[in-house]
């Protein structure tokens, strides 16, 4: 069975921009979260989608969104970024989320 | 709001030798699961052990097993016969029962590195 992928893996902005990513998750697994990982902050839980639905978001501003397509493929969007947005981003799957979430290789956002 | 602490950020331990990582968490929840991610260097995360908090018997895989005080509020990790590939950053983490803060909450993480 495939893995969880992430596209890009990697990605160079500039300020002002926006950036979006794509998670593609096991077959059969519904439920998608995204993490921003950073050296100071760790891991930090951005949104949850299940069956095309976000059932929580965390403390981000509004410029970070997210969905979920019905074949479970996930995306999220970044708009105006700033600096501070550099980070990786983590994807991870799970048939729910009491359930082991399986993690993506990340893509690694670089804001100049 | 749950929180998960990691108070060790850096650990090192010899091959073959038993290692602990702490973790303790807030909660005023009575039932969560509680895990352990080990994310290798350039390697995606995994999830090593899982517990949840109705069982009172400790949760084994192999090497790793936990120490779970549910009245202290801490879930520590040991490993045991600790190997090189055993190299890697680990993340306790907390979801707790469906509702408004449903969300993995993870601690900082404490980087292990083994030793030959």
């Known amino acids: 069975k495939a893995g969880v992928t992430q596209t890009p893996r990697y990605l160079i902005k500039t300020r002002g921009q926006q950036v979006t990513l794509s998670c593609s998750p096991i077959?059969?697994?519904?439920?998608v979260s995204w993490y921003q990982q950073t050296p100071g902050q760790g891991l930090q839980f951005l949104f949850e989608?299940?069956?095309?639905?976000?059932?929580n978001k965390g403390n981000f501003p509004g410029r970070f969104s997210g969905r979920q397509f019905s074949n479970s493929r996930s995306e999220m969007n970044v708009s105006t970024l700033e600096l501070g947005d550099s980070a990786l981003y983590l994807c991870?799957?799970?048939?729910?989320?009491?359930?082991?979430?399986?993690f993506g290789p990340g893509t690694r956002l670089t804001v100049l | 709001a749950q929180t998960v602490t990691q108070s060790q950020p850096e650990m090192s331990v010899q091959e073959a030798e038993t290692v602990t990582l702490s973790c303790t968490y807030d909660t005023s929840e009575n039932n969560y699961y509680l895990f352990w991610y080990k994310q290798p260097p350039s390697r995606q995360m995994i999830l090593v052990i899982r517990?949840?908090?109705?069982?009172?018997q400790n949760a084994t895989e192999n090497r790793f097993s936990v120490n779970f005080q549910k009245a202290a509020k801490s879930f520590s990790l040991k490993i045991s016969d600790s190997q090189l590939g055993d190299t890697a950053m680990y993340f306790c983490?907390?979801?707790?029962?469906?509702?408004?803060?449903?969300?993995?909450?993870f601690g900082k993480g404490t980087l292990l590195t083994v030793n030959p």
């Open positions: 077959s059969g697994h519904r439920s």
């Open positions: 983490a907390f979801i707790g029962p469906p509702g408004s803060n449903y969300k993995l909450t």
């Open positions: 989608y299940f069956s095309e639905t976000q059932r």
């Open positions: 517990q949840e908090a109705y069982k009172q």
């Open positions: 991870a799957s799970s048939l729910g989320l009491l359930n082991e979430q399986f």
